[in-house]
């Protein structure tokens, strides 16, 4: 079992920047590629960034130049550094992790997921 443990998130004004961060503990060595999701209300989940462990990444192209995916292999905890946020970027953002070494793209490729953290901006 692998269980993963975000913090962050909060409420800021558009343009500023938050940095949500999600740690795995559990049977670690199974998680090869992790990413982040975000739901608005009413919508289905949607992938906004995944990262390997060899530091490969790929974005959204909604948040491309705003949101970096970053991995620290030794702790087994992936960040999200979101700047130039938009009111369009609330949403509830979870954590995820999978057993495989390819990028993760879709909800059902995921294994294992965080709590969930709500992200809030105001214009």
């Known amino acids: 079992q692998v269980q993963l443990v975000q913090s962050g998130g909060g409420s800021v004004q558009a343009g500023d920047s938050l940095r949500l961060s999600c740690e795995a503990s559990?049977?670690?060595?199974?998680?090869?590629?992790m990413a982040w999701f975000r739901q608005f209300p009413g919508k289905d989940r949607e992938l906004v960034a995944s990262?390997?462990?060899?530091?490969?990444?790929a974005y959204i192209d909604s948040v491309k130049g705003r949101f970096t995916i970053s991995r620290d292999n030794a702790k087994t905890t992936i960040y999200l550094q979101m700047n130039s946020l938009k009111p369009e970027d609330t949403a509830v953002y979870y954590c995820a992790a999978r057993s495989s070494a390819m990028h993760i793209t879709r909800v059902i490729e995921v294994d294992y997921w965080g709590q969930g953290t709500q992200v809030t901006v105001s214009s």
């Open positions: 559990g049977h670690t060595g199974s998680v090869w590629s």
């Open positions: 990262v390997l462990r060899s530091g490969s990444t």
